[in-house]
T-cell receptor, first 113, second 117 residues
Framework: NAGVTQTPKFRVLKTGQSMTLLCAQD?????MYWYRQDPGMGLRLIHY???????AKGEVPDGYNVSRLKKQNFLLGLESAAPSQTSVYFC????????????FGQGTRLTVV | GDSVTQMEGPVTLSEEAFLTINCTYT??????LFWYVQYPGEGLQLLLK?????DKGSNKGFEATYRKETTSFHLEKGSVQVSDSAVYFC????????????????FGKGTKLSVKP
């Protein structure tokens, strides 16, 4: 089972460059999430989606955009990368409902120089 | 809003020692509670969960009991192994938070556990 797949796994960007991180899930989950993980900060929610075509801002949305054109994909875009966006990014998905667990991808390590 | 507070690490133990990682939560409703584990270089994976008061979640020798009276969900293991070295996250899920900036999943900041042989 593939579960949640993130691409790429590693990337180095120069300040001002743009890129898109792709998250794909094959579990037919309604909800998808993008988090960033920084040392000492735990996980911080960037954006999330409760269904195809809908997105919502999380705790730290500035500098990021997202799209959920297909149920199985959730894209995270950086229009103009900044060194402060150096982080490990995790995508997750979960079924509808409160008592269900979230499934995480392996992460994307992004460095902005 | 809802929140999760867990003990700060790092926690360093010798093999076969007893482990407790404290977790308390704030929620106005009746959330579900989770412990996730993150091994080095990997994403988070579910360790155990509890969906209502007095439920006990257990997996791989780890246990946690949903205590509504103390709003706690402490993680315990009787005898840790080197392979348990990881970062542990306490989390809650509250569907009433959909649409808000926290989303429905709220995580603590994580506790790094190192087990020495």
């Amino acid at each position: 089972n593939a579960g949640v797949t993130q691409t790429p796994k590693f990337r180095v960007l120069k300040t001002g460059q743009s890129m898109t991180l792709l998250c794909a899930q094959d579990m037919n989950h309604e909800y998808m999430y993008w988090y960033r993980q920084d040392p000492g900060m735990g996980l911080r929610l960037i954006h999330y989606s409760v269904g195809e075509g809908t997105t919502a801002k999380g705790e730290v949305p500035d500098g990021y955009n997202v799209s959920r054109l297909k149920k199985q994909n959730f894209l995270l875009g950086l229009e103009s990368a900044a060194p402060s966006q150096t982080s490990v990014y995790f995508c997750a998905s979960s079924p509808r409902g409160q008592n269900t667990e979230a499934f995480f991808g392996q992460g994307t390590r992004l460095t902005v120089v | 809003g809802d929140s999760v507070t867990q003990m700060e690490g790092p926690v360093t133990l010798s093999e076969e020692a007893f482990l407790t990682i404290n977790c308390t939560y704030t929620a106005t409703g009746y959330p579900s509670l989770f412990w996730y584990v993150q091994y080095p270089g990997e994403g988070l994976q579910l360790l155990l969960k509890a969906t209502k008061a007095d439920d006990k979640g257990s997996n791989k020798g780890f246990e946690a009991t949903y205590r509504k009276e103390t709003t706690s969900f402490h993680l315990e293991k009787g005898s840790v192994q080197v392979s348990d070295s990881a970062v542990y996250f306490c989390a809650l899920s509250d569907k009433r938070n959909y649409g808000g900036s926290q989303g429905n999943l709220i995580f603590g900041k994580g506790t790094k556990l190192s087990v020495k042989p």
